[in-house]
């Protein structure tokens, strides 16, 4: 582990940076296999999302922080904060689900999460139907999806999380892309959706999170 202030490794039992001083942590609910773009979409969700449940609630648990002399066991892998431990810190196995792609009513690929998922179409050399998710990659290629069929899923990425026990969609896009219910969901718009509720995309796809 590095130091979050100087980035020097740190010794294993030592609390504190040799060379800066600062208290050890870890941040926690960090995205580091996404693409850059899209991880930063991301955290403009769960930041826009904090921020609401902060005017709601006046706190969340974003402003969390631990401090302990010893060991921290089976923190949640969903808990964004920081903690400082002069022991190590081990994490609770997080609750799994999975995202069910579909095109015309034929399921296509199922992608497992825990609390984030991004989904759109990629272009260029590798073309394909990308869903990045906190446990993976699953690309979708022509062996598996006609190219043709690939378009009804947009450069625009569909992002899912999971925030304070509840999922939330948004997609940026800027038409009655999403359906939910057979109302559309308005792009900037982060709506809530529940477990195995349908999302329809474009003319002929759809989503779905159910239990793995």
């Not at 010794?11 to 926690?28: L, Q």
């Not at 930063?40 to 904090?50: F, P, Q, R, S």
């Not at 002069?86 to 296509?108: R, W």
């Not at 991004?118 to 190219?147: F, H, L, P, W």
């Amino acid at each position: 582990m590095r130091c979050l202030s100087c980035g020097t490794e740190l010794d294993g039992d030592s609390r504190y940076c040799s060379k800066c001083g600062a208290e050890r942590s870890v941040i926690i609910n960090r995205i580091e296999k996404f693409p850059k773009e899209l991880k930063d979409l991301v955290d403009l969700v769960i930041g826009n999302l904090a921020e609401s449940v902060r005017t709601d609630h006046n706190a969340t648990n974003s402003d969390l922080v631990i401090k302990c002399m010893d060991n921290v066991y089976n923190v949640p892998e969903s808990m964004r904060g920081k903690i400082y431990a002069a022991g190590s810190v081990s994490f609770a196995p997080a609750e799994k689900f999975l995202i069910d792609f579909s095109y015309s009513g034929q399921p296509i690929q199922s992608a497992l999460f825990s609390n984030t998922a991004v989904m759109r179409r990629e272009s260029g050399d590798d073309k394909c139907i990308a869903i990045y998710t906190d446990q993976g990659t699953y690309r979708i290629r022509k062996e598996i999806m006609n190219e043709i069929y690939m378009r009804d899923i947009s450069r625009d990425p569909i992002v899912i999380v999971k925030y304070e026990g509840e999922f939330y969609i948004f997609c940026p896009k800027k038409d009655q892309y999403l359906i939910l219910e057979g109302k559309p969901i308005k792009p900037q718009l982060v709506q809530i959706l529940s477990v195995n509720q349908t999302v329809q995309v474009n003319a002929h796809s759809s989503l779905m999170i159910r239990y793995a």
